[in-house]
C-alpha cells in the first residue's frame, strides 16, 4: 500500500477511536472525562500518521462525536476541536523534525501536550467568553492539569510504548 493511502486509512482508524474511546470510559462518570480517552488516537495520529494528518483528525474527531452523539456539548466540542487539531499537529511536527530517539518520543509527547493546552485555553475563554460563561485562570488550571491528572499519566505512559513498538514494526516490515 502507498504510503499515503496507509496515512489516510490509519488516519480514518484514529478517527473511529477517537469517537468509539470515550463510550469505553463514559461508563464511569465520576473519572471517565478525566482520562482524556478522546486524545489518545489523536495523539498517536500525529505521530504515526504525521502532522497534517493529526491535525485533521484532531479538529474533526471532538466536532463529529458532538454532531453524532451530542457529546461532548457542541461548544465544548469547539474548544476540543482546537485543542486536538494542535496535539495532533505539533506531536507530528515535532516527531518528524527530531532525531529517531525514544527520549524524542517524550519530548514530542509532552511539548504537544503543553501547547495543545495553552490552545484549548485561550479556544475556551473565547468560546465560553462569546456565550457568557466565565472562564478564569483557576477553571484553566483545573480543567487542563488537575483534573487531566490521570489522562495525562495514561498519555505519558501509553503513547510512547505504542509509538515505540508500531516503529520496531515498520522496521521489521522494511527490512
Known sequence: MKS???ELVLSGLFLALGLLLPFIT???????NKLLPMHIPILLC????????????GFITPLLRSLILTMPP??????????????GFVAGLMYNLLPRKNVNIYLSLIVSMVIGRIVWGIAS???FGSIGMEFNWELFVAGGFI??????IIQ???IPILVMAINRERMVENA
Open 46 to 57: 500525529g505521530f504515526i500518521c504525521g502532522k497534517r494528518y493529526g491535525l485533521i483528525v
Open 4 to 6: 499515503s493511502s496507509k
Open 147 to 152: 483534573n487531566a491528572i490521570p489522562g495525562i
Open 26 to 32: 463514559g461508563q464511569i462518570p465520576s473519572i471517565g
Open 125 to 127: 475563554s473565547i468560546v
Open 156 to 158: 505519558i505512559i501509553l
Open 74 to 87: 457542541l461548544f465544548i466540542a469547539v474548544t476540543m476541536a482546537f485543542e486536538l487539531a494542535a496535539y
